[in-house]
C-alpha cells in the first residue's frame, strides 16, 4: 500500500513539470511573436556590423 502511494505521487510530480514547462513554452513563443522582428533586426545589426552582407 505504502508503494503504490508514492507512485501516485511520483506521477502527479512528472504531471506538473510538464504543465511547467507547457506554460513556459507558451510564454516563450508568445515573446518571440510579438517581438520576433526586432529580435531579428538585432541579429541583422550584428550580422552587419562584423561584415557580414
Same mark, same amino acid.
Given at each position: 500500500?505504502?508503494?503504490?502511494?508514492?507512485?501516485?505521487?511520483?506521477?502527479?510530480?512528472?504531471?506538473?513539470?510538464?504543465?511547467?514547462?507547457?506554460?513556459?513554452?507558451? !510564454?516563450?513563443?508568445? @515573446?518571440?511573436?510579438? /517581438? =520576433? *522582428?526586432?529580435?531579428?533586426? !538585432?541579429?541583422?545589426? @550584428?550580422?552587419?556590423? /562584423? =561584415? *557580414?552582407?
Amino acid at each position: 500500500m505504502l508503494q503504490s502511494f508514492f507512485a501516485k505521487e511520483e506521477g502527479q510530480g512528472l504531471v506538473e513539470y510538464a504543465l511547467i514547462l507547457v506554460l513556459i513554452a507558451i !510564454v516563450v513563443i508568445g @515573446i518571440l511573436t510579438v /517581438l =520576433g *522582428g526586432r529580435v531579428s533586426e !538585432v541579429f541583422s545589426d @550584428i550580422n552587419s556590423g /562584423l =561584415g *557580414g552582407d
